[in-house]
Every structure is written in C-alpha cells, then in structure tokens.
T-cell receptor, first 115, second 110 residues
C-alpha cells in the first residue's frame, strides 16, 4: 500500500462516542485525503489537506474533524454528530510533479462499525 | 454530475486480454483520464493515467480516442488476481481531488 498505514483495521464505536482513525505516510507527500466508502459505492471525499496546519472540507465533512500537525500524519475523528458512521474509511496521499501530473496512493483502510 | 460512464460488470478469461471501456464525452482539454482499481476490502490502487496520448506501463495500457471522448484500459494477460472494481476517473489538471463513480466490476475466470 505504498508507505501509507492506517490503524486500526477494524474499529467499533458506541453510541455517542468519538473515535479517531489514524493515517501515517512515509512518502514525504504534501497532500493527504480522507475518503468514505459505503457498500457497493464509490469513494466520497471527507477532508483533504494540501500542507501542514491547513485542511479543507470535502463533499461530506459534516460529523467529522481532522488535524494536520505533522506532514506524516492526518488523523480523522468521527464525532457523535455523524449519525451514520458505519463505512470503510480510506486515507490517501498525493504525489504531484511540477508538470501537474499526480497520483494518489491509498492506505489499506479502516472499517468502522457501530455497536 | 458523473463525468464518466462505465459498464457495471464484465467477465474475462484468465490469460486473455481484458478491455475495459470508459466513456467521457464531456471531457475538456485540461482533464486527465485516470484508472484505479480496488480489490475487495482493500484501498484503491493506481494503474495508469493519460492526457491524450496512449500510455503503457507494467500493469496496463491506456488507449484514448483521438477526440478524447472515450478510452479503453487494457490488461494484456488477465490473471485471477486482477479481479477487482476498476474506476475510470476524469480529473482536471491541478485539481485537488479524484471523483470515484461506481466503476466496473471485473471478474477473471479460470
């Protein structure tokens, strides 16, 4: 999975609980992303960060929060405000050339289940 | 506002070439065509991308029509490990995100 690690592989959340998903990369990439995938569907962008200490909302940011204190790390917190958190969560980092070509590399994912 | 259209599923025989079509009739001049695949319960894997020329790497070939309205991903010798969902994505140059649709579920049969 190209130097991107996500933990844990499975995570169980109780009602009203906040949980944090870890994402670490050793690829020295500036940009990092969080996506959500529901069964049988494509990926939807939650948050992205193009540089340390900066991040932007994606298409479905409500109920989620992120931080980017280090280049290598981009943790995602699923808050109690997210009413339907059961999904497969994927973290990615982006390699971009000066010509504008880019490739996103994905981690192995974290599957979040609500108890 | 889907930018690409792919068949929902296709089968191919092990050892044969797999040709995966993608329609992107509204593509604009600064948009790239990307292909990713996702094996069950894993993160997506980058395959190849191109702007207007055909491209080839160790995994696949990408053939883009001259008018750029469609493309074909070719897996030259499909193996059982190529069974996955394949996503065709159109992305503007310097855009910050990839927009994944439903993709094509490819099943390679022995």
């Amino acid at each position: 999975d190209g130097g991107i690690t996500q933990s844990p592989k499975y995570l169980f959340r109780k009602e009203g609980q906040n949980v944090t998903l870890s994402c670490e990369q050793n690829l020295n990439h500036d940009a990092m992303y969080w996506y959500r995938q529901d069964p049988g569907q494509g990926l939807r962008l939650i948050y992205y960060s193009q540089i340390v200490n900066d991040f932007q909302k994606g298409d479905i940011a409500e109920g989620y929060s992120v931080s980017r204190e280090k280049k290598e790390s981009f943790p995602l917190t699923v808050t109690s405000a997210q009413k339907n958190p059961t999904a497969f969560y994927l973290c990615a980092s982006r390699f971009q050339t000066s010509a504008g070509d880019e490739t996103q590399y994905f981690g192995p994912g974290t599957r979040l289940l609500v108890l | 506002d889907a930018k690409t259209t792919q068949p929902p599923s296709m089968d191919c025989a092990e050892g044969r070439a797999a040709n995966l079509p993608c329609n992107h009739s509204t593509i604009s001049g600064n948009e790239y065509v990307y292909w990713y695949r996702q094996i069950h319960s894993q993160g997506p894997q980058y395959i190849i991308h191109g702007l207007k020329n055909n491209e080839t790497n160790e995994m696949a070939s990408l053939i883009i029509t001259e008018d750029r309205k469609s493309s074909t991903l070719i897996l030259p010798h499909a193996t059982l490990r190529d069974t996955a969902v394949y996503y065709c994505i159109v992305r503007p140059r310097y855009d910050y995100k990839l927009s994944f649709g439903a993709g094509t579920t490819v099943t390679v049969r022995a």
